[in-house]
């Protein structure tokens, strides 16, 4: 064999041991439940991961785990992905010991609950346009919404408070209830001097 085709066929060898170990490296991100601690009404459950990014056209493999108790997949969010028939999907759909792959071929956060186990076992597929296919654990914190109080405006003074704006009737009946704070003597000539200056001309 001549050294140039012998160097073709090893390239050949080395690409076609590359190919399958870069296609097995790129997994499929797995949800399952898991059992997460005892309640009231007895054991408690919850998907995990809870938050998944995968790119769009990717798949997610959904699984009741090791788990005996029966799970379903309630998808909540707008947007939908395509399950396999192995997947119990709905609000009265659920099995024990099941696993199936779904397929999101639109980017977009799609939200989904444990059809039996609807408060705790509820989840977020997050998926991106950019083809980049990652886990998450623990879900993202919540930013806290800051709220500002306006600044009141005063309102104006209505209607006159300073002695200056009094009408005149209203300056008589001043002067004439101070009169009354006069001596007996001198209450005469108060309101003679108050009807002079605030009467009626």
Do not use: D
Request: hydrophobic letters at 30%.
């Amino acid at each position: 064999m001549r050294p140039r085709n012998l160097l073709l066929v090893l390239l050949l060898g080395i690409i076609a041991a590359v190919l399958p170990a870069m296609a097995s490296s790129e997994t499929t991100p797995t949800v399952e439940a898991v059992a997460s601690g005892s309640g009231v009404y007895g054991p408690m459950y919850a998907w995990s991961p809870m938050q998944a990014t995968i790119g769009q056209g990717g798949s997610v493999t959904f699984s009741t785990g090791s788990t005996g108790a029966p799970h379903g997949v309630v998808w909540t969010s707008t947007v939908k992905p395509t399950c396999a028939s192995s997947v119990p999907v709905g609000e009265n759909s659920s099995r024990e010991h099941w696993s199936g792959a779904c397929t999101f071929t639109q980017p977009g956060i799609y939200t989904f609950h444990c059809s039996v186990h609807t408060t705790e076992m509820t989840g977020t597929i997050t998926v991106t346009a950019t083809g980049t296919t990652t886990t998450m654990s623990t879900p993202a914190p919540t930013p806290i919404p800051t709220t500002t109080t306006p600044t009141p405006i005063p309102k104006p003074a209505t209607g006159p408070t300073h002695p200056t704006h009094l009408s005149k009737a209203q300056k008589l009946a001043r002067a004439l209830k101070a009169c009354k704070k006069q001596p007996k003597g001198k209450r005469a000539a108060c309101r003679k001097r108050a009807h002079k200056r605030y009467g009626h001309r």
